[in-house]
């Protein structure tokens, strides 16, 4: 709940085992597919839905859907048979051994697919647009009768899926993205004179990988997200910052958010299959700018643009992320045995539960809230003048309600 919103209480259930289940172990026909970008733990959680299924609850029929939503119908891609043997060594590895894509929703032709190959238990993993066609496949399932139950386990690289504390894969992202950040620093301070070093990271519509990288780094002179507008000249203006980190230090880091400066590049009305919007190249913006800016005030740079972003993405979880992987898959898999559907499994408040998919899509994806603590601290590292308007109801400092005189 950010400032000014109102107060409200909101109940889900707890994650975890039950008593009884809907399902016999035995008639479970189960399918998990993988759909939109990379993130780091995709396999992890594949393995572990296996593994739990297997192990904790005795069945023995699992496919894997290949290439996404198109893999239910997609004749190139016919769907494989997992066993524990078979997923015993894939979390060693990043990405999804299933293969994923962008789009390829079809409900007809993956309720065909459902009804032919006799799947009870489905497991989606995907972001909020997949979770929207993961709850119009479950409502679909109902409205026909079929005893078949839909859990979803909310993936994206962004952070950006709401309500959860976080999304599997986003803390081994923001520690690959160190090594990115470390590069430009050292191109930075080794390209004479006056290194400047610039890191894009991922981030559409939302800045979470940039803003928790730099605090992660500490050597991070500026800072660019989506959710803070652009200055690039005139007393907030981030070249004139840059400029005096690069008079005091002798060289500057700067890390961009692939959606940042929207408002000044102008939106592109094409879209990618999923339906994302694509971005103008924000990178290649402000390196040009940074070396207009400088060579208009006569002092030449060596300006050096690193593009990692879909390395952070592609690397296998660390510890952290292999264990929420773990949780989460288990979870799913407990939900769905004892008969849930519609469903998605989320940590809330450092707690596993089961939410329901339209309260996940609908107030999907999120962004960092300009006013929070987050983005405080990212303008407390970084020194970088705050491009955010306050809100009217803080524009005018608060008055002190009691100020201490004397000694205790």
């Given at each position: ?14 994650a ?23 993130c ?50 894939v979390?060693?590895?990043g990405g ?31 972001g909020?647009g ?24 909310p ?21 690959e ?163 849930f ?6 940590m ?27 983005w ?28 201490h005189k004397?000694?205790?």
């Amino acid at each position: 709940r950010t400032r000014g919103m109102k107060s409200s209480t909101r109940l889900f259930v707890r994650a975890g085992p039950r008593e009884f289940t809907h399902f016999n172990p035995h008639d479970v026909r189960a399918a998990v597919v993988t759909c939109g970008g990379l993130c780091p733990g995709l396999n992890n959680v594949i393995r572990e839905i296996v593994r739990s299924l297997y192990l904790l609850y005795g069945c023995d029929h699992v496919l894997g859907i290949r290439g996404g939503y198109s893999g239910f119908y997609d004749r190139t891609l016919p769907p494989i048979t997992m066993t524990p043997d078979m997923v015993k060594s894939v979390h060693h590895q990043g990405g999804t051994f299933l293969g994923s894509s962008r789009g390829g929703f079809d409900l007809e032709k993956i309720m065909l697919f459902l009804e032919e190959t006799g799947v009870n238990q489905l497991y989606i993993i995907g972001g909020d647009g997949t979770h929207r066609g993961a709850h119009i496949i479950a409502m679909e399932c109902l409205e026909r009768g079929l005893n078949i139950a839909v859990a979803g386990i909310p993936k994206t690289i962004d952070n950006d899926v709401a309500l959860i504390d976080r999304s599997f894969g986003f803390q081994s992202s923001v520690e690959e993205a160190q090594a990115a950040i470390k590069s430009a620093k050292v191109e930075a301070m080794c390209n004479l004179p006056r290194g400047i070093g610039i890191v894009k990271l991922m981030g559409r519509s939302s800045g979470f990988i940039a803003a928790y990288s730099t605090l992660a780094s500490g050597d991070v002179d500026l800072c660019l997200v989506p959710e803070a507008p652009l200055v690039l000249e005139g007393p907030q203006g981030c070249l004139g910052h840059l400029k005096r980190r690069v008079m005091q230090k002798g060289h500057a880091v700067v890390v961009v958010a692939e959606g940042a400066g929207e408002e000044l590049l102008g939106k592109n009305p094409k879209t990618d299959a999923s339906g994302n919007k694509i971005l103008p190249k924000i990178g290649e913006f402000m390196k040009a700018e940074i070396e207009r800016y400088f060579s208009a005030q006569g002092l030449p740079t060596a300006v050096k643009y690193i593009d990692p972003s879909y390395m952070i993405r592609s690397v296998k979880a660390n510890s952290s992320d292999s264990l929420y992987c773990m949780q989460l898959a288990q979870n799913a898999v407990h939900g769905a045995m004892a008969g849930f559907t519609a469903f998605t499994v989320g940590m809330m408040g450092n707690r596993l539960v089961y939410i329901p998919i339209p309260e996940l899509t609908k107030a999907s994806p999120r962004t960092m809230t300009p006013h929070g603590r987050t983005w405080e601290r990212v303008l407390g590292t970084t020194r970088q003048p705050n491009t955010v308007p306050l809100p009217r109801r803080c524009a005018k400092p608060a008055e002190p309600i009691l100020q201490h005189k004397g000694t205790l």
